[in-house]
């Protein structure tokens, strides 16, 4: 009866999260939310690699890139060997197969996202595409001079500049809604930031720096009340935690493919409908044409409107493979491990003299967790672990302004995926100590 109960409560804190609400308090430990681990790791060819004579490859960066289960390299291999040929061009068998294969991969996102429809699923390049294209087509239709778009100060470059060009050539405004110490956003800002000028609220569901998982719902409900839309940066969400866009009432949705076990060069965008159907086209050209004539053109249906151009095809049905590979697993069991690696992060760094880390604590957080080691320059620790064979991220994480904030130019960022283990938390702290120690000597 306890473990049913269990369950029920971790499925409940799994539609709260997909939803967008805040991350319950309580950390759930139980057996049924366990992954096996040592299992999914032999999906993952690369992680049996050992770099710098004979040091097993402890890979723990994964907020900028995850790596790839054989599923999605064969199913891209054999898209390459068998199906090979344009879609929507053809009438021939190989023609028809591609273009089976590549829609069907826009129904696995919908599918994947809770959208009403695979119409509402346009393939880009990336998130950061995704983004680009809703600032030129909405944004230009819609920003004016004197309107305020309102962003976050934790906001990844890529959901930062597109907004800065836009109101340049608008003249409408940018605010920003603060973080408090603990790397929270501070939302008894949001309703006097708010107001009938507000047209957009762009978002990330999970900050790449801070880990900071944020209350969409509530940002939605609020933007909704004054006519704004709200865009969701899910590059750092999707691939770790559930995503409803019903439940979470978003406008539009972006995240990436590489970040999720998927193949790099493939995006996703996600839009209501109407606000689609209403938009221009991104870019113009093959495949996004119902008729030309020399003066002028018509558009196609959605969402080959906004797919210009040969799209990135085995790139496509990768992503779809990759989607069906982490559906297997659960996103829910996903989330759960990675906050159990996120907890024991901190209590092993937290032991080490010097360490400061960054965000909020686990409870509050996705698996990423930044931090800095006495005065001890990030590259230099980068490095130092990079020869213990653990691959880190240091830098200022395309999130510059945030680290004016914070106070630094640059962090060590250690982020964490579902094929990661407690061992390699240990490997981290063990080789911590021994940057530390050669550098302070």
């Known amino acids: 009866m306890l473990q049913i109960q269990r369950m029920e409560e971790h499925e409940a804190f799994l539609a709260s999260l997909a939803n967008g609400h805040p991350i319950p308090i309580a950390h759930l430990n139980c057996d049924a939310c366990r992954l096996n681990v040592s299992s999914l790791r032999e999906h993952f060819p690369i992680l049996a690699r050992q770099i710098h004579d004979g040091k097993p490859l402890v890979y723990l960066d994964n907020a900028a890139t995850t790596q790839k289960p054989v599923s999605v390299i064969e199913a891209m291999n054999q898209y390459y060997r068998e199906s090979n040929a344009n879609v929507h061009r053809g009438v021939h068998y190989l023609s028809e197969e591609a273009t089976r294969l590549y829609e069907d991969a826009h129904k696995k996102v919908a599918r994947f996202i809770n959208a009403k429809s695979f119409r509402q699923i346009i393939f880009t390049r990336n998130t950061t595409e995704s983004i680009n294209l809703v600032a030129y087509t909405w944004g230009r239709s819609h920003i004016r001079e004197g309107d305020e778009i309102l962003l976050t100060v934790m906001e990844h470059h890529s959901n930062l500049v597109p907004w800065q060009l836009l109101t340049q050539q608008t003249g409408a405004k940018l605010r920003f809604l603060e973080i408090d110490e603990e790397g929270l956003l501070c939302m008894d800002q949001l309703h006097e930031l708010l107001s009938e000028r507000t047209k957009l609220v762009a978002v990330t569901h999970v900050s790449n720096v801070l880990g900071t998982v944020n209350p969409i719902h509530e940002i939605v409900e609020a933007a909704h009340a004054v006519g704004a839309k709200v865009l969701v940066d899910a590059a750092q969400s ?20 590489h970040k999720m076990c998927g193949p790099t060069g493939i995006g996703v965008l996600y839009g209501k409908r109407d606000l689609l159907e209403e938009m221009p086209p991104f870019l113009g050209g093959g495949d996004m044409i119902r008729s030309v004539s020399f003066q002028e053109s018509t558009w196609n249906s959605l969402p080959w409107k906004f797919e210009a151009g040969t799209p990135a095809i085995a790139e496509g049905i990768g992503l779809g493979a990759a989607i069906d590979y982490l559906t297997e697993i659960g996103m829910g ?4 491990h990675e906050r159990e690696l996120a907890y024991y992060t901190h209590e092993r760094l937290d032991a080490i003299d010097g360490i400061r880390i960054y965000g909020p604590k686990p409870r509050l957080k996705g698996g990423v967790v930044t931090f800095d080691l006495c005065d001890i320059h990030p590259h230099d620790i980068a490095a130092g672990l990079d020869q213990e064979g653990i691959a880190i991220r240091a830098g200022h994480h395309c999130a510059q302004p945030l680290m004016q904030i914070l106070g630094t130019r640059a962090t060590a960022r250690a982020s964490f995926y579902f094929y990661n283990t407690l061992e390699d938390v240990d490997v981290l702290a063990d080789a911590l100590e021994k940057v530390k120690k050669f550098f302070r000597r």
């Open 238 to 257: 999707a691939p770790h935690l559930p995503i409803n866009v019903q439940g979470l009432d978003c406008d539009f949705l972006a995240f990436s493919g």
């Open 333 to 336: 069991l996903i989330f759960a």
